[in-house]
């Protein structure tokens, strides 16, 4: 079993910045194992946010490339958003994937809105 729950969100102006949170845990999952972000905007397919590997290895979104970090310590990652466009507000699901299998987290909502 692997369980992610994220935190943070919520509704932030165009401009703002927000940071999202993921503690992994369970008996399958492995701090070897990469951690990333995923997001799905209304009517739009999940997309990759931004991944890093256990070593530290990042990679991002051209979308998000300049305004979002991700950052880990072994089994907890943290993305920050600055700069933030109301084409960023979506459902963002913490993910790792682990012999052929996608985790996901419950999924939290950032809105980006004037």
């Known amino acids: 079993q692997v369980q992610l729950v994220e935190s943070g969100g919520g509704l932030v102006q165009p401009g703002g910045s927000l940071r999202l949170s993921c503690a992994a845990s369970?008996?399958?999952?492995?701090?070897?194992?990469?951690l990333g972000w995923y997001r799905q905007g209304p009517g739009k397919q999940r997309e990759l946010v931004a991944r890093i590997s256990s070593d530290g290895k990042t990679n991002f979104a051209d979308s998000v490339k300049g305004r979002f970090t991700i950052s880990r310590v072994n089994d907890k990652v943290d993305l920050d958003m600055n700069d933030l466009k109301p084409e960023d507000t979506a459902v963002y699901y913490c993910?790792?994937?682990?012999?052929?299998?996608?985790?996901w987290g419950q999924g939290t909502q950032v809105t980006v809105s004037s």
């Open positions: 369970g008996s399958l999952f492995s701090i070897y194992a990469s």
């Open positions: 993910n790792t994937f682990l012999r052929g299998i996608h985790y």
